[in-house]
């Protein structure tokens, strides 16, 4: 069974910054791609996520239009973790932040369980 642990979350003053990180057990992160979504309370109801950063099978990062220049994703292969430093941050960041892998010698998905980023004065 494939757990991802997220860690970092908070709560932080608008203009704050956070760092996130996530760890997959087992051997898939060699062989995953990893991405970062995020759930606000708005989406809450349609059991909707938005991606907010990723990393693609042909080695590329894409983010959302919202955090480009203010969010970097990054992986450390040696550490198996992906992290996600969070800066100048928003009250519209405020969301829950899940960790995904796409395992793609399987073609599926694993999550973790989130973990909450509020900004708030």
């Known amino acids: 069974q494939v757990q991802l642990v997220e860690s970092g979350g908070g709560l932080v003053q608008p203009g704050g910054s956070l760092r996130l990180s996530c760890a997959p057990s087992?051997?898939?992160?060699?062989?995953?791609?990893m991405a970062w979504y995020r759930q606000a309370a708005r989406l809450q109801a349609g059991n909707e996520r938005e991606l907010v950063a990723e990393f693609t099978s042909i080695g590329r990062i894409n983010y959302a239009d919202s955090v480009k220049g203010r969010f970097t994703i990054s992986r450390d292969n040696a550490k198996n973790t992906v992290s996600l430093q969070m800066n100048d941050l928003k009250p519209e960041d405020t969301a829950v932040y899940y960790c995904k892998a796409h395992y793609v010698p399987w073609g599926r998905d694993f999550w973790g369980w989130g973990t909450q980023v509020t900004v708030s004065s």
């Open positions: 087992g051997r898939i992160f060699s062989l995953a791609n």
